[in-house]
């Protein structure tokens, strides 16, 4: 059964620092991988999809890498802002029915 | 504009009366689910469908139904609704599913209070 851990559950950064959020995921044999991002009361936005032979995707700041073999993916982001403020989730897709089996998200918080 | 439509958005009921959460997406996909977020529990998946007349279980698929009739409604039927369901809901939808590597797009969440 896929696990997926993000750790740490909370982060706060100063503006203007770059980041590295983590996800593990247990089994290596997924599809893809997923990273979303939650607002408070708002649902979730797609942010970057990793296909299994790819090892990055970028996305304007962002850019999310992909290790299959260690079961890690990172999510970096460049020169944080207070408006990237919010709960980050990364979902790893395996299963032959599209299930995504989500980390528990990282909340972060970017002081002014 | 795609998107996944979720209604209500917010809804307090009582136990026992028969809700129906409505999931629409504009944007053609074949793949549909439902999840449901807890505190300390994550999402988890309710159910899905991977086109129109087919649907299955879930992780957690107890005291919800679905239909699929159309490609782009998928809603979520509480029965019989219970405090334990008391939780915030999400619909999402896809191009394809299985190998497929398309997004999965997600609606803006229904949070169901049940009394």
């Known amino acids: 059964k896929q696990e997926v851990t993000q750790i740490p559950a909370a982060l706060s950064v100063p503006e203007g620092e770059n980041l590295v959020l983590n996800c593990s995921f247990t089994?290596?044999?997924?599809?893809?991988l997923q990273w979303f991002r939650q607002d408070p009361g708002k649902g979730l936005t797609s942010l970057l999809l990793?296909?299994?032979?790819?090892r990055e995707q970028t996305s304007g700041r962002l850019n999310a890498s992909l290790d299959k073999s260690s079961g890690r993916s990172t999510l970096y982001i460049a020169a944080s802002q207070p408006g990237d403020s919010a709960t980050y989730l990364c979902?790893?897709?395996?299963?032959?029915?599209?299930?995504?089996?989500f980390g528990k998200g990282i909340t972060l918080s970017v002081r002014p | 504009e795609a998107q996944v439509t979720q209604n209500p958005r917010y809804l307090i009921t009582v136990t026992g009366k028969k809700l129906t959460v409505t999931c629409s997406q504009n944007?053609?996909?074949?793949?549909m689910s439902w999840y449901r977020q807890d505190p300390g529990l994550g999402l988890r998946q309710i159910y899905y469908?991977?086109?129109?007349?087919?649907?299955d279980k879930g992780d957690v698929p107890e005291g919800y139904k679905v239909s699929r009739k159309e490609k782009r409604n998928f809603p979520l039927i509480l029965e019989s609704p219970s405090p334990n369901q008391t939780s915030l809901y999400f619909c999402?939808?896809?191009?394809?599913?299985?190998?497929?590597?398309?997004?999965?797009?997600f609606g803006d969440g229904t949070r169901l209070s049940i009394l």
């Open positions: 999402a939808s896809s191009l394809a599913a299985g190998r497929s590597n398309q997004p999965q797009h």
């Open positions: 089994d290596s044999a997924i599809y893809n």
């Open positions: 979902a790893a897709n395996t299963g032959a029915n599209s299930k995504l089996t």
């Open positions: 469908s991977m086109n129109v007349e087919v649907t």
């Open positions: 990793i296909q299994s032979s790819q």
């Open positions: 944007m053609n996909h074949e793949y």
